[in-house]
Protein backbone atom coordinates (compact mmCIF):
# COMPACT_ATOMS: atom_id res chain seq x y z
CA UNK A 1 0.00 0.00 0.00
CA UNK A 2 2.76 2.24 0.63
CA UNK A 3 4.07 2.05 -2.91
CA UNK A 4 0.81 2.69 -4.56
CA UNK A 5 -0.11 5.72 -2.56
CA UNK A 6 2.50 7.50 -3.66
CA UNK A 7 1.61 6.56 -7.31
CA UNK A 8 -2.13 7.15 -7.29
CA UNK A 9 -0.89 10.77 -6.03
CA UNK A 10 1.14 11.35 -9.27
CA UNK A 11 -1.77 10.17 -11.81
CA UNK A 12 -4.24 12.35 -9.81
CA UNK A 13 -2.43 15.29 -10.72
CA UNK A 14 -2.95 14.31 -14.28
CA UNK A 15 -6.31 12.79 -14.19
CA UNK A 16 -7.72 15.04 -11.52
CA UNK A 17 -11.50 13.66 -10.17
CA UNK A 18 -14.72 14.64 -10.59
CA UNK A 19 -14.56 18.40 -11.06
CA UNK A 20 -17.63 21.17 -12.17
CA UNK A 21 -18.13 24.54 -12.10
CA UNK A 22 -20.87 26.73 -12.85
CA UNK A 23 -21.22 29.84 -14.29
CA UNK A 24 -24.50 31.87 -15.20
CA UNK A 25 -24.42 33.63 -18.71
CA UNK A 26 -27.45 35.41 -19.50
CA UNK A 27 -29.99 33.35 -17.98
CA UNK A 28 -28.11 30.22 -18.79
CA UNK A 29 -26.24 27.55 -16.84
CA UNK A 30 -22.77 26.29 -18.14
CA UNK A 31 -21.39 23.11 -17.02
CA UNK A 32 -17.92 21.03 -17.68
CA UNK A 33 -17.07 18.17 -16.36
CA UNK A 34 -13.83 16.25 -16.69
CA UNK A 35 -13.72 12.38 -15.89
CA UNK A 36 -10.82 9.61 -15.99
CA UNK A 37 -10.59 8.40 -19.41
CA UNK A 38 -11.63 5.23 -19.83
CA UNK A 39 -8.76 1.95 -19.90
CA UNK A 40 -9.09 -0.09 -23.61
CA UNK A 41 -10.81 -3.01 -21.89
CA UNK A 42 -13.10 -1.04 -19.43
CA UNK A 43 -15.62 -0.62 -22.74
CA UNK A 44 -16.48 -3.86 -24.41
CA UNK A 45 -19.04 -5.50 -26.17
CA UNK A 46 -19.99 -9.07 -26.26
CA UNK A 47 -21.88 -11.10 -29.02
CA UNK A 48 -23.47 -13.52 -29.71
CA UNK A 49 -21.17 -16.31 -32.10
CA UNK A 50 -23.91 -16.97 -34.39
CA UNK A 51 -26.72 -14.47 -34.13
CA UNK A 52 -24.36 -11.53 -33.37
CA UNK A 53 -26.98 -9.69 -31.22
CA UNK A 54 -25.78 -7.77 -28.46
CA UNK A 55 -25.56 -9.64 -24.99
CA UNK A 56 -23.55 -7.35 -22.57
CA UNK A 57 -22.18 -3.81 -22.72
CA UNK A 58 -19.86 -2.27 -19.86
CA UNK A 59 -18.86 0.82 -18.90
CA UNK A 60 -20.25 4.15 -20.87
CA UNK A 61 -18.25 6.00 -22.95
CA UNK A 62 -15.95 8.83 -21.21
CA UNK A 63 -17.34 11.97 -20.41
CA UNK A 64 -15.69 14.99 -20.64
CA UNK A 65 -17.30 17.87 -22.46
CA UNK A 66 -18.84 21.11 -21.11
CA UNK A 67 -23.12 21.71 -21.14
CA UNK A 68 -24.91 24.20 -21.19
CA UNK A 69 -28.73 24.52 -19.86
CA UNK A 70 -30.63 26.35 -22.24
CA UNK A 71 -34.30 28.15 -21.21
CA UNK A 72 -36.74 27.06 -24.32
CA UNK A 73 -40.25 26.86 -22.08
CA UNK A 74 -41.30 29.35 -20.13
CA UNK A 75 -43.00 26.85 -18.15
CA UNK A 76 -40.08 23.85 -17.94
CA UNK A 77 -36.90 23.46 -16.55
CA UNK A 78 -34.02 24.68 -18.63
CA UNK A 79 -32.57 22.03 -21.97
CA UNK A 80 -29.12 20.76 -21.06
CA UNK A 81 -27.32 20.24 -24.25
CA UNK A 82 -23.49 20.07 -24.86
CA UNK A 83 -21.43 22.43 -26.55
CA UNK A 84 -19.79 20.41 -28.84
CA UNK A 85 -23.13 19.24 -29.85
CA UNK A 86 -24.40 22.49 -30.12
CA UNK A 87 -21.59 23.47 -32.29
CA UNK A 88 -21.28 20.42 -34.52
CA UNK A 89 -25.02 20.85 -35.26
CA UNK A 90 -24.56 24.64 -36.15
CA UNK A 91 -27.03 25.73 -38.41
CA UNK A 92 -25.26 29.18 -39.85
CA UNK A 93 -24.38 29.05 -43.81
CA UNK A 94 -20.69 28.72 -42.94
CA UNK A 95 -21.67 25.05 -40.91
CA UNK A 96 -24.15 24.07 -42.97
CA UNK A 97 -25.04 23.98 -46.66
CA UNK A 98 -29.10 25.11 -46.47
CA UNK A 99 -29.64 23.46 -50.03
CA UNK A 100 -27.80 20.23 -50.22
CA UNK A 101 -28.53 19.85 -46.26
CA UNK A 102 -25.31 18.63 -45.52
CA UNK A 103 -22.57 19.60 -42.61
CA UNK A 104 -20.28 21.77 -43.81
CA UNK A 105 -18.29 21.91 -40.41
CA UNK A 106 -15.37 19.43 -39.88
CA UNK A 107 -16.03 18.13 -36.72
CA UNK A 108 -12.71 16.31 -36.55
CA UNK A 109 -11.55 20.12 -36.23
CA UNK A 110 -13.64 21.19 -32.67
CA UNK A 111 -11.79 21.03 -29.51
CA UNK A 112 -12.58 18.36 -27.24
CA UNK A 113 -12.86 21.00 -24.46
CA UNK A 114 -15.21 23.89 -26.59
CA UNK A 115 -17.20 25.24 -24.73
CA UNK A 116 -20.61 28.16 -24.80
CA UNK A 117 -19.45 31.71 -23.45
CA UNK A 118 -22.38 33.34 -23.95
CA UNK A 119 -26.37 32.66 -24.47
CA UNK A 120 -28.44 35.23 -25.65
CA UNK A 121 -32.18 34.25 -25.50
CA UNK A 122 -34.52 36.35 -27.57
CA UNK A 123 -38.07 35.88 -28.78
CA UNK A 124 -38.02 32.58 -30.08
CA UNK A 125 -34.53 33.10 -30.76
CA UNK A 126 -31.39 31.37 -28.83
CA UNK A 127 -27.76 33.11 -29.81
CA UNK A 128 -24.57 31.37 -28.72
CA UNK A 129 -21.06 32.18 -28.63
CA UNK A 130 -18.44 29.46 -28.18
CA UNK A 131 -15.10 29.69 -26.90
CA UNK A 132 -13.29 29.18 -30.44
CA UNK A 133 -15.28 32.58 -31.25
CA UNK A 134 -17.88 31.00 -33.34
CA UNK A 135 -21.58 32.32 -33.28
CA UNK A 136 -24.49 31.68 -34.52
CA UNK A 137 -28.22 31.85 -33.83
CA UNK A 138 -31.06 28.62 -33.49
CA UNK A 139 -34.52 28.65 -33.58
CA UNK A 140 -36.14 27.61 -30.56
CA UNK A 141 -38.42 25.62 -31.94
CA UNK A 142 -35.79 23.46 -33.74
CA UNK A 143 -33.86 22.63 -30.13
CA UNK A 144 -36.88 21.44 -28.47
CA UNK A 145 -37.80 18.58 -31.09
CA UNK A 146 -33.88 17.84 -31.33
CA UNK A 147 -33.17 17.92 -27.82
CA UNK A 148 -32.18 14.85 -25.72
CA UNK A 149 -31.90 14.04 -22.22
CA UNK A 150 -30.37 11.12 -19.91
CA UNK A 151 -32.45 8.11 -21.72
CA UNK A 152 -31.93 7.74 -25.40
CA UNK A 153 -35.05 8.42 -27.75
CA UNK A 154 -35.88 8.08 -31.44
CA UNK A 155 -37.35 11.18 -33.19
CA UNK A 156 -38.93 9.25 -36.22
CA UNK A 157 -42.44 11.05 -35.82
CA UNK A 158 -41.13 14.09 -36.51
CA UNK A 159 -40.82 13.17 -40.05
CA UNK A 160 -43.70 10.56 -39.62
CA UNK A 161 -45.49 10.18 -43.26
CA UNK A 162 -49.45 9.90 -43.81
CA UNK A 163 -49.03 6.04 -44.89
CA UNK A 164 -46.38 5.02 -42.62
CA UNK A 165 -49.20 2.69 -40.73
CA UNK A 166 -48.53 -0.78 -42.06
CA UNK A 167 -51.85 -2.75 -42.88
CA UNK A 168 -51.69 -6.57 -42.09
CA UNK A 169 -53.54 -8.66 -43.97
CA UNK A 170 -54.52 -12.06 -45.05
CA UNK A 171 -56.73 -14.27 -47.75
CA UNK A 172 -59.81 -11.28 -47.00
CA UNK A 173 -57.69 -8.97 -49.25
CA UNK A 174 -59.00 -10.89 -51.94
CA UNK A 175 -62.26 -9.06 -51.99
CA UNK A 176 -60.77 -5.78 -51.79
CA UNK A 177 -56.95 -5.91 -53.02
CA UNK A 178 -55.23 -2.36 -53.12
CA UNK A 179 -55.18 -1.29 -56.78
CA UNK A 180 -54.93 1.65 -59.14
CA UNK A 181 -55.54 2.46 -62.64
CA UNK A 182 -52.81 3.00 -64.84
CA UNK A 183 -54.03 6.05 -66.50
CA UNK A 184 -54.18 7.90 -63.09
CA UNK A 185 -50.10 6.44 -62.30
CA UNK A 186 -49.00 8.11 -65.87
CA UNK A 187 -50.85 10.71 -65.95
CA UNK A 188 -48.16 13.74 -66.42
CA UNK A 189 -50.59 16.59 -65.19
CA UNK A 190 -51.10 15.18 -61.86
CA UNK A 191 -48.89 12.77 -59.08
CA UNK A 192 -52.10 11.42 -57.42
CA UNK A 193 -52.44 8.77 -58.95
CA UNK A 194 -48.57 7.73 -58.26
CA UNK A 195 -48.96 8.90 -54.66
CA UNK A 196 -51.71 6.52 -54.44
CA UNK A 197 -50.09 3.86 -55.52
CA UNK A 198 -46.91 4.36 -53.40
CA UNK A 199 -49.27 4.46 -50.36
CA UNK A 200 -50.58 1.06 -51.18
CA UNK A 201 -47.19 -0.32 -50.74
CA UNK A 202 -46.72 0.80 -48.16
CA UNK A 203 -49.44 0.29 -46.12
CA UNK A 204 -49.72 -3.29 -47.50
CA UNK A 205 -46.77 -4.35 -48.90
CA UNK A 206 -48.48 -4.13 -52.50
CA UNK A 207 -50.60 -2.82 -54.97
CA UNK A 208 -52.17 -4.08 -58.03
CA UNK A 209 -52.58 -1.54 -61.00
CA UNK A 210 -55.19 -2.31 -63.58
CA UNK A 211 -56.22 -1.55 -67.79
CA UNK A 212 -52.66 -1.84 -68.13
CA UNK A 213 -51.58 -1.89 -72.09
CA UNK A 214 -50.14 -5.17 -72.90
CA UNK A 215 -46.73 -4.04 -73.88
CA UNK A 216 -43.83 -4.56 -72.48
CA UNK A 217 -42.42 -0.96 -73.16
CA UNK A 218 -45.19 0.68 -71.54
CA UNK A 219 -44.77 -1.66 -68.32
CA UNK A 220 -41.51 -0.52 -68.25
CA UNK A 221 -42.22 2.92 -68.43
CA UNK A 222 -44.76 2.19 -65.55
CA UNK A 223 -42.09 0.98 -63.10
CA UNK A 224 -39.83 3.92 -63.92
CA UNK A 225 -42.92 6.25 -62.91
CA UNK A 226 -41.36 4.91 -59.73
CA UNK A 227 -37.42 5.28 -60.04
CA UNK A 228 -34.94 3.85 -61.94
CA UNK A 229 -34.40 0.32 -62.77
CA UNK A 230 -32.00 -2.10 -60.40
CA UNK A 231 -30.10 -3.73 -62.95
CA UNK A 232 -28.83 -7.36 -61.78
CA UNK A 233 -27.49 -10.49 -63.14
CA UNK A 234 -31.05 -11.05 -64.57
CA UNK A 235 -30.40 -7.93 -66.66
CA UNK A 236 -32.52 -4.65 -66.06
CA UNK A 237 -36.09 -5.23 -67.44
CA UNK A 238 -36.55 -8.72 -68.01
CA UNK A 239 -39.51 -10.36 -70.59
CA UNK A 240 -39.09 -14.46 -70.41
CA UNK A 241 -40.94 -17.90 -70.59
CA UNK A 242 -39.82 -21.05 -69.07
CA UNK A 243 -36.88 -21.13 -70.88
CA UNK A 244 -33.90 -22.07 -68.36
CA UNK A 245 -32.37 -18.88 -69.72
CA UNK A 246 -31.26 -18.22 -65.91
CA UNK A 247 -30.61 -21.43 -63.62
CA UNK A 248 -32.74 -20.39 -61.75
CA UNK A 249 -36.92 -21.61 -60.76
CA UNK A 250 -38.60 -18.72 -61.76
CA UNK A 251 -37.32 -19.93 -65.39
CA UNK A 252 -39.08 -23.13 -65.61
CA UNK A 253 -43.37 -24.00 -65.04
CA UNK A 254 -42.62 -25.42 -61.19
CA UNK A 255 -45.09 -24.36 -58.88
CA UNK A 256 -42.80 -21.65 -56.79
CA UNK A 257 -43.64 -21.57 -52.84
CA UNK A 258 -44.44 -17.97 -50.99
CA UNK A 259 -40.74 -16.28 -51.01
CA UNK A 260 -38.64 -13.39 -51.09
CA UNK A 261 -36.42 -12.52 -53.72
CA UNK A 262 -32.60 -11.78 -53.77
CA UNK A 263 -31.65 -13.30 -50.36
CA UNK A 264 -28.26 -13.67 -51.14
CA UNK A 265 -27.83 -10.16 -52.23
CA UNK A 266 -26.20 -8.12 -49.16
CA UNK A 267 -28.61 -5.42 -50.19
CA UNK A 268 -31.49 -7.24 -51.55
CA UNK A 269 -34.22 -5.71 -53.91
CA UNK A 270 -36.69 -3.56 -52.79
CA UNK A 271 -39.74 -3.28 -54.94
CA UNK A 272 -40.35 -6.26 -58.17
CA UNK A 273 -43.10 -5.40 -60.46
CA UNK A 274 -44.45 -8.29 -62.78
CA UNK A 275 -46.94 -8.37 -65.76
CA UNK A 276 -48.36 -11.20 -67.59
CA UNK A 277 -48.19 -10.50 -71.25
CA UNK A 278 -49.42 -13.76 -72.85
CA UNK A 279 -50.34 -17.17 -71.83
CA UNK A 280 -52.44 -19.80 -73.10
CA UNK A 281 -51.79 -22.93 -70.65
CA UNK A 282 -53.26 -23.81 -67.40
CA UNK A 283 -52.45 -23.08 -64.11
CA UNK A 284 -49.81 -20.26 -63.06
CA UNK A 285 -52.02 -18.29 -60.65
CA UNK A 286 -50.22 -16.40 -58.47
CA UNK A 287 -49.75 -15.97 -54.83
CA UNK A 288 -49.02 -12.96 -52.00
CA UNK A 289 -48.55 -13.92 -48.44
CA UNK A 290 -47.78 -11.08 -45.84
CA UNK A 291 -45.16 -11.64 -44.33
CA UNK A 292 -45.36 -8.95 -41.75
CA UNK A 293 -48.61 -9.93 -40.64
CA UNK A 294 -46.84 -14.09 -40.62
CA UNK A 295 -44.21 -13.04 -38.01
CA UNK A 296 -47.02 -11.07 -36.11
CA UNK A 297 -48.76 -14.65 -35.70
CA UNK A 298 -45.61 -16.27 -34.71
CA UNK A 299 -44.49 -13.85 -32.34
CA UNK A 300 -47.62 -13.96 -30.83
CA UNK A 301 -48.43 -17.68 -30.82
CA UNK A 302 -44.67 -18.56 -30.38
CA UNK A 303 -42.17 -15.87 -29.34
CA UNK A 304 -39.26 -17.83 -28.23
CA UNK A 305 -39.39 -19.15 -32.38
CA UNK A 306 -39.50 -15.69 -33.42
CA UNK A 307 -36.53 -14.76 -31.61
CA UNK A 308 -34.80 -17.80 -33.00
CA UNK A 309 -35.55 -16.84 -36.64
CA UNK A 310 -34.97 -13.24 -35.79
CA UNK A 311 -31.66 -13.95 -34.17
CA UNK A 312 -30.00 -17.09 -36.58
CA UNK A 313 -27.35 -15.65 -39.01
CA UNK A 314 -27.78 -18.05 -42.28
CA UNK A 315 -26.04 -17.99 -45.66
CA UNK A 316 -28.10 -18.05 -49.20
CA UNK A 317 -26.65 -18.70 -52.77
CA UNK A 318 -27.30 -17.97 -56.28
CA UNK A 319 -25.56 -20.71 -58.34
CA UNK A 320 -27.66 -21.42 -61.34
CA UNK A 321 -25.67 -19.78 -63.90
CA UNK A 322 -21.60 -20.84 -64.55
CA UNK A 323 -20.73 -17.77 -64.62
CA UNK A 324 -22.49 -16.49 -61.27
CA UNK A 325 -21.90 -17.38 -57.68
CA UNK A 326 -23.75 -14.98 -55.69
CA UNK A 327 -23.77 -14.89 -51.77
CA UNK A 328 -24.22 -11.93 -49.09
CA UNK A 329 -21.22 -10.37 -47.81
CA UNK A 330 -21.22 -11.42 -45.15
CA UNK A 331 -21.93 -14.63 -45.73
CA UNK A 332 -23.92 -15.60 -42.83
CA UNK A 333 -24.73 -11.81 -41.52
CA UNK A 334 -28.48 -12.04 -42.19
CA UNK A 335 -31.03 -13.60 -40.54
CA UNK A 336 -34.96 -13.69 -41.95
CA UNK A 337 -36.32 -10.95 -39.52
CA UNK A 338 -34.16 -7.75 -39.12
CA UNK A 339 -36.13 -5.19 -36.23
CA UNK A 340 -34.86 -1.71 -36.05
CA UNK A 341 -33.52 -0.49 -32.51
CA UNK A 342 -37.03 0.35 -31.07
CA UNK A 343 -38.09 -3.94 -31.75
CA UNK A 344 -40.07 -3.11 -35.30
CA UNK A 345 -40.00 -5.60 -37.60
CA UNK A 346 -38.76 -3.49 -41.09
CA UNK A 347 -37.62 -6.40 -43.48
CA UNK A 348 -38.05 -10.14 -44.01
CA UNK A 349 -35.04 -12.38 -46.04
CA UNK A 350 -37.10 -15.60 -46.75
CA UNK A 351 -36.63 -17.81 -50.08
CA UNK A 352 -36.22 -21.74 -48.92
CA UNK A 353 -34.91 -22.57 -51.74
CA UNK A 354 -32.12 -20.39 -51.99
CA UNK A 355 -30.96 -21.11 -48.76
CA UNK A 356 -27.44 -22.28 -47.99
CA UNK A 357 -26.06 -25.63 -46.31
CA UNK A 358 -26.29 -25.15 -43.01
CA UNK A 359 -23.10 -26.17 -40.91
CA UNK A 360 -22.24 -23.14 -38.99
CA UNK A 361 -24.59 -23.96 -36.14
CA UNK A 362 -24.43 -26.18 -32.66
CA UNK A 363 -26.15 -29.07 -32.56
CA UNK A 364 -28.72 -27.14 -30.28
CA UNK A 365 -28.80 -24.49 -32.80
CA UNK A 366 -29.81 -26.48 -35.05
CA UNK A 367 -32.49 -28.08 -33.00
CA UNK A 368 -33.59 -24.64 -32.18
CA UNK A 369 -34.20 -23.21 -35.85
CA UNK A 370 -35.79 -25.98 -37.74
CA UNK A 371 -38.22 -26.21 -34.89
CA UNK A 372 -38.93 -22.40 -35.52
CA UNK A 373 -39.02 -22.74 -39.22
CA UNK A 374 -41.23 -25.23 -39.22
CA UNK A 375 -43.70 -23.06 -37.07
CA UNK A 376 -42.86 -20.04 -39.53
CA UNK A 377 -43.42 -22.36 -42.50
CA UNK A 378 -47.07 -23.81 -41.59
CA UNK A 379 -48.02 -20.35 -41.05
CA UNK A 380 -46.78 -19.15 -44.29
CA UNK A 381 -49.09 -22.18 -46.11
CA UNK A 382 -52.12 -21.57 -43.70
CA UNK A 383 -54.96 -21.36 -46.24
CA UNK A 384 -55.81 -18.03 -44.24
CA UNK A 385 -52.77 -16.33 -45.07
CA UNK A 386 -52.66 -17.18 -48.79
CA UNK A 387 -53.98 -14.43 -51.49
CA UNK A 388 -54.37 -16.13 -54.95
CA UNK A 389 -55.58 -14.27 -57.87
CA UNK A 390 -55.66 -15.24 -61.70
CA UNK A 391 -52.09 -13.08 -63.27
CA UNK A 392 -53.64 -11.77 -66.61
CA UNK A 393 -52.57 -8.81 -69.38
CA UNK A 394 -53.44 -5.49 -68.32
CA UNK A 395 -52.80 -6.56 -64.41
CA UNK A 396 -49.29 -5.34 -62.92
CA UNK A 397 -48.62 -6.17 -59.47
CA UNK A 398 -46.17 -4.50 -57.67
CA UNK A 399 -44.72 -5.64 -54.44
CA UNK A 400 -42.54 -5.12 -51.46
CA UNK A 401 -40.18 -7.41 -51.61
CA UNK A 402 -38.66 -6.78 -47.81
CA UNK A 403 -42.21 -7.71 -46.34
CA UNK A 404 -44.47 -9.79 -49.13
CA UNK A 405 -43.80 -13.04 -50.20
CA UNK A 406 -44.78 -13.95 -53.75
CA UNK A 407 -45.12 -17.49 -55.51
CA UNK A 408 -47.22 -19.37 -58.21
CA UNK A 409 -48.32 -22.46 -59.16
CA UNK A 410 -47.72 -24.99 -61.67
CA UNK A 411 -48.43 -24.30 -65.27
CA UNK A 412 -48.22 -26.22 -68.03
CA UNK A 413 -47.25 -25.01 -71.61
CA UNK A 414 -44.38 -22.91 -72.63
CA UNK A 415 -45.67 -19.68 -73.59
CA UNK A 416 -46.14 -17.86 -70.47
CA UNK A 417 -45.22 -14.40 -70.97
CA UNK A 418 -43.66 -12.47 -67.86
CA UNK A 419 -42.17 -9.41 -67.85
CA UNK A 420 -40.37 -6.99 -64.74
CA UNK A 421 -38.11 -5.37 -63.13
CA UNK A 422 -36.53 -4.46 -59.67
CA UNK A 423 -36.36 -1.23 -57.93
CA UNK A 424 -34.14 -0.02 -55.05
CA UNK A 425 -35.97 0.34 -51.84
CA UNK A 426 -34.42 3.48 -50.44
CA UNK A 427 -35.54 4.82 -54.38
CA UNK A 428 -39.28 3.57 -54.03
CA UNK A 429 -39.54 4.74 -50.18
CA UNK A 430 -37.49 8.23 -51.46
CA UNK A 431 -40.28 8.73 -53.83
CA UNK A 432 -43.10 8.00 -51.42
CA UNK A 433 -42.43 10.84 -49.01
CA UNK A 434 -41.59 13.08 -51.50
CA UNK A 435 -43.66 13.13 -54.81
CA UNK A 436 -46.86 15.73 -54.77
CA UNK A 437 -45.75 17.51 -51.56
CA UNK A 438 -42.90 19.73 -50.26
CA UNK A 439 -40.77 17.64 -47.28
CA UNK A 440 -39.92 19.28 -44.19
CA UNK A 441 -36.19 17.54 -43.68
CA UNK A 442 -36.46 17.81 -39.92
CA UNK A 443 -33.52 14.57 -39.38
CA UNK A 444 -30.78 16.10 -41.66
Known sequence: MTMIRPAFRTLSRFFPTLASRTQLVAGATLHVQRTFPARPHDNFVTHHPSSGRLLHSSAAPPRSFSTVSIPLSATDPPTTLHAIWLRDHCRCAACWHPITKQRLVDTATLPRDISVTSVKVAGDAVHLTWS?????????????????????????????????????????????????????????????????????????????????????????????????????????????????????????????????????????????????????????????????????????????????????KIGAHCAGDEATYIYPHPRYGYSMFTEDAQGKLVTLRYNNNDRSVLNHLSSQEVEAYYDALLKWQALVKDKRNEYWFAAKPGLVWVLDNQRVMHGRAEFTGKDRRLTGCYLNGDDWRSRLRTVGKAVERRLC
Not at 260 to 287: A, M, R, V
Request: hydrophobic share 40%; charged share 20%; aromatic share 12%.
Open 132 to 312: DGHTATFEKAWLAQHAYGEKARFRTELEAQPYDAVKLWGAEIKHAPPSVEYDAVMDPSSDDGLAQWLANIAQYGFSLVTNVPACSKKTRSLAERIAFIRETHYGTYWDFTPNLEHGDTAYTSLALPAHTDTTYFTDPIGLQLFHLLGFTGTGGESLLVDGFAVAAQLKAQDPQAYRVLRDT
